[in-house]
């Protein structure tokens, strides 16, 4: 073989090899290199997906345990229980499933991804006892009123959690809802989270159900997959139920099956080992992808996956350039080494030794002088020597620009990374990184307002050091180490509720999950915590207002039985003190009982006012006018030592309450403020405009935005202390000595307030004083004049025919006895059907005196109906120690209706019997809530 055909097969081979070689060795540390990271940021962002997924269901399962054991409930079952005995139990029913569908709507309001709270009962085939939902113009809140309720009995969700035992609750797969039987167009993803009611006998009696609407959660994880990739989340039997191509979604259900192993063949047995691990895995038709994945349950319930997939060419787009680049440049290097080693076979005539020290000298690095003579084979050898030293340099500008484009992915890595951090630092809960000796790595801006610590000051710093108590660290290890051997009960990711440390020493209640993330050199783990103090703060509040108003309920039960009682009382002593007028011993005895009658009346009106059951009869008032007399009643009780100032705002607004009422409220505020002022002080009394916006008054609870009137009673005394400051408003709660005041003062401030539609709020410092604040709704007129009423000389009295209608024996006998006294004819009956028989009977009478509460079926405002139903000119005058809302509605009486408080004296029931002999007929119609 000739030497040129020699070297120009050993040139092209040497360049061959050579480029290989680098093309090679290039293309799989770059591969190496790029694609954990690729994967890694797959599973970051698959992970966070997921997160969010679970995150916006995870209040549900709390949520709809919560009102399972709400007041209003056991209300509703106690109620419909009791229909066959008791007669008033459906208006007890009604009004509790309307308070609880304002609870509902409340909850509504607060949480955008609630779609509906339903109560469905056992009877009537599962019929819904309270539905709220956001079926309104444009999706508004929504009462569904009772005669659009409907039966659910043969829903799955129903039959499901019916059957389930007392305390657990039911989580149904995410699918679509439906309307009469047909899905809803278009789609709408729910889920549905349900628990049991029972009976106190353990019988199932009824539902608590929330419907969750997953629209917006899957519209951010449809929206946001990584660059290049695609979003899936599949249900636990690979069905999707987020898919690029939205017409694959929920195919389950609408008759056109769609699941993930049609596209992934290999994907089902990971999803079903709980394997997360991110991999290179084939679709069905042979293309390798990128995959992520995170396995979330949804309200400890249903199993979801949340898939990232990424072409492989996608993935290794810079890995496969390089790659083809390099190919591209060894066959050109080939094709150009051929040519030239021709070239040089044919013109090889230098001589070897000055071919030999040019290739030395190539080797050093020097320019290349190769001889022009020495024949063709030379020639081309030295020619082919030249271009392979350019090769060369072009090899290393390419290597130069592959360490670039590796720089540049690095950078975008580096991107990424800040792109999460961001994430972290704009979470609304504490997301703190730890590494497997706890120490920390990642500490975001909610960690800092939480803890106290600058996220400077926590890097590097133990964790469980840092926030747990001594008594707490074995609890985290071990929690720890559970997490890392994949215990089935480790429960990673589970929420649990503990006490940590702040850094100035206080405390904080805290909600918190852990869960723990491989890397290539361990672990690093992943703490999420939110502040429970808001939310404490508002349970509080609500069993606050669930104890006022069981207290409520109490005192206006004791309040009737205990007034039929003062009634008989305050009458017997008046006819007991005439028959005595004579006798000054038996005299003053007949006075001492009267006081302690008149003693007990005003302690039971003030029951009445804590539980918001008095009977007022507001008007438009001019609050300023009220004040200012209200302080010159108040200088002769409180003593020269108190000093008073009013400060009232010159325009302010109009006020629709009672005005005794008010004044009586003033003065029992003035006569705490002077207590507090042993030794002297001021009272100021305040007058101002104030509006409330919707969050103020939704915060609030039980208040209706809009336009208020404050008064506010400011006292420079000793203060209320803390500890008891959450206790004023409690009946019969008194920091004053036994026998120096009953405790129900500011507790009937406070029923006042509120039934007159208001709020109340008190401010105190030890040392420094205390004010109560006073909100009165504005009225919509101007202040109303009253006429006074005519004095009169002496007790009216009267030749008509009465129909008395009183259940309590010993009130019908009084009543009757003065009533004959007076000169009136009577008419007795003992309850609503006895008095309708003598109606029925054509028995003649002017005026029905009836009592309001009564058994038998038929309470007073129904008898009223019944009656004027048959003679529409008859004239009607109530009488109760407490009216039940048969006539007091929103706190007020109804228009026309005349009403005689018990207790009453003589004096009191000849002047009304006269004002509704001559007042004209007006009795409304029953209101539809006080019927049965």
């Not at 029951?607 to 009220?626: M, S």
């Not at 039934?755 to 009165?776: A, C, D, M, N, R």
């Not at 009295?797 to 209608?805: A, H, M, N, S, Y």
Request: hydrophobic share 45%; charged share 25%; net charge negative.
């Amino acid at each position: 073989m000739r030497l040129s055909t020699r070297l120009t097969l050993a040139m092209v081979a040497l360049v061959v090899l050579a480029t290989a070689a680098v093309g090679v060795l290039t293309y799989r540390n770059i591969a190496a290199f790029a694609l954990p990271r690729a994967l890694e940021r797959l599973d970051t962002h698959a992970y966070l997906l997921g997160s969010e997924l679970a995150a916006s269901v995870r209040g549900a399962r709390a949520d709809v345990i919560g009102f399972r054991s709400a007041v209003a409930v056991s209300d509703i079952m106690t109620a419909r229980l009791s229909r066959g005995t008791n007669p008033a139990a459906a208006a007890a029913e009604a009004e509790a499933r309307r308070r609880m569908a304002q609870r509902y709507a409340v909850e509504l309001a607060t949480k955008p991804n609630y779609y509906a709270f339903r109560i469905i009962g056992v009877d009537d085939d599962g019929r819904e006892l309270v539905r709220v939902d956001r079926s309104g113009p444009d999706g508004a809140i929504r009462i569904v009123p009772d005669d659009e309720l409907r039966q659910e009995g043969d829903r799955v969700a129903f039959t499901e959690t019916i059957r389930l035992p007392a305390g657990e609750v039911y989580v149904s797969p995410v699918n679509l809802s439906q309307h009469n039987g047909e899905i809803e167009t278009p789609h709408v993803p729910v889920m549905r989270v349900a628990t049991p009611i029972h009976t106190p006998d353990g019988k199932p009696f009824a539902i608590v159900i929330i419907k969750l609407d997953m629209r917006s959660t899957f519209d951010r994880i449809r929206s946001n997959p990584i660059d290049g990739g695609r979003s899936y989340v599949v249900n636990n039997q690979g069905g999707y139920l987020v898919h690029p191509d939205r017409d694959r979604e929920f195919g389950f259900i609408v008759g056109k099956p769609a699941h993930i192993q049609d596209e992934f063949p290999d994907l089902p047995k990971i999803l079903a080992s709980s394997d997360t691990t991110p991999r290179v895995m084939q679709d069905r038709a042979g293309n390798r992808f990128g995959v992520g994945l995170a396995i979330q349950r949804l309200a400890d319930g249903p199993r979801i996956a949340v898939i990232q997939a990424v072409p492989y060419s996608d993935l290794m787009a810079a890995t496969s350039a390089v790659r083809d680049a390099g190919l591209l440049a060894g066959l050109g290097a080939a094709f150009f080494a051929f040519l030239l080693a021709a070239i040089v076979a044919r013109s090889l005539t230098r001589p070897l030794v000055q071919m030999t020290k040019a290739v030395a000298g190539f080797a050093r690095g020097e320019t290349i002088a190769l001889p022009t003579g020495g024949g063709q084979e030379i020639g081309a050898l030295s020619q082919a020597f030249a271009d392979m030293a350019a090769e060369s340099r072009a090899k290393t500008a390419a290597l130069n620009q592959e360490i670039e484009e590796h720089r540049r992915t690095v950078e975008e890595l580096r991107e990424s990374e800040r792109t999460a951090r961001d994430v972290i630092a704009s979470a609304f809960e504490a997301v703190i990184q730890t590494d497997d000796a706890s120490h920390v790595l990642e500490w975001n801006p909610q960690a800092e307002a939480i803890f106290g610590w600058s996220r400077q000051e926590a890097l590097g710093q133990h964790l469980p050091t840092l926030l747990l108590s001594e008594a707490l660290l074995p609890y985290c290890q071990e929690m720890k180490e559970r997490l890392l051997r994949n215990d089935a009960d480790a429960a990673a990711g589970e929420r649990f509720e503990i006490r940590a440390k702040r850094k100035d020493g206080s405390t904080v209640k805290i909600e918190a999950s852990l869960n723990a993330l491989r890397r290539r050199c361990g672990h690093v783990f992943n703490v999420f915590a939110r502040d429970l103090t808001q939310r404490i703060a508002a349970e509080e509040q609500l069993r606050q207002a669930q104890k006022m108003e069981a207290l409520g309920q109490l005192t206006g039960g004791i309040a009737h039985d205990f007034n039929n009682v003062l009634t008989v009382i305050s009458g017997t002593i008046e006819i007991l003190a005439d028959e005595v007028s004579a006798r000054p011993e038996a005299a003053a005895v007949a006075r001492l009982i009267g006081e302690a009658a008149d003693r007990g009346a005003e302690l039971t009106s003030h029951l009445l006012a804590f539980a918001r059951k008095q009977p007022l009869q507001p008007r438009e008032i001019d609050v300023n006018r009220l004040v200012v007399e209200s302080a010159k009643l108040f200088r002769p009780t409180l003593g020269a030592q108190i000093e008073i100032e009013s400060m009232l705002t010159d325009s302010v607004w109009t006020a629709l309450v009672d005005p005794g009422q008010l004044s009586s409220a003033l003065l029992n505020l003035a006569i705490n403020a002077r207590d507090a002022m042993p030794n002297g002080g001021k009272l100021t009394l305040e007058t101002r405009n104030v509006t409330f916006d919707a969050d103020f008054a939704a915060a609030i609870g039980d208040l209706k935005p809009g336009n208020y009137v404050m008064i506010a009673v400011s006292d420079t005394g000793t203060g209320i202390p803390e500890a008891i400051r959450d206790k004023v408003f409690d009946p019969f709660f008194s920091t004053k000595q036994v026998g120096k005041g009953t405790g129900l003062g500011l507790s009937m401030v406070y029923g006042f307030v509120k039934q007159s539609g208001g709020h109340i709020k008190v401010y105190s410092e030890e040392g420094h004083g205390t004010t109560f604040k006073l909100y009165l709704p504005q009225a919509d007129a101007p202040p109303e004049r009253v006429a006074e009423e005519p004095s009169s000389s002496g007790i009216e009295r009267g030749d008509e025919t009465i129909l008395v209608v009183e259940d309590d024996p010993l009130v019908r006998a009084y009543v009757n006895t003065q009533l004959q006294s007076l000169g009136y004819q009577t008419l007795s009956a003992a309850n609503g059907v006895e008095a309708l028989a003598i109606v029925d009977s054509g028995a003649a009478f002017d005026l029905l005196f009836t009592d309001i509460i009564m058994p038998g079926g038929l309470n007073g405002r129904q008898l009223a109906a019944e009656v004027a139903s048959r003679r529409p000119s008859l004239r009607v005058l109530f009488t109760s120690g407490y009216t039940e809302n048969a006539i007091i509605h929103h706190g007020r009486l109804d228009f026309g209706v005349l009403l005689l408080a018990k207790p009453y004296r003589k004096l009191d029931l000849a002047r009304m019997l006269r004002v509704a002999l001559g007042s004209a007929v007006s009795l409304p119609a029953a209101n539809p809530e006080t019927q049965g």
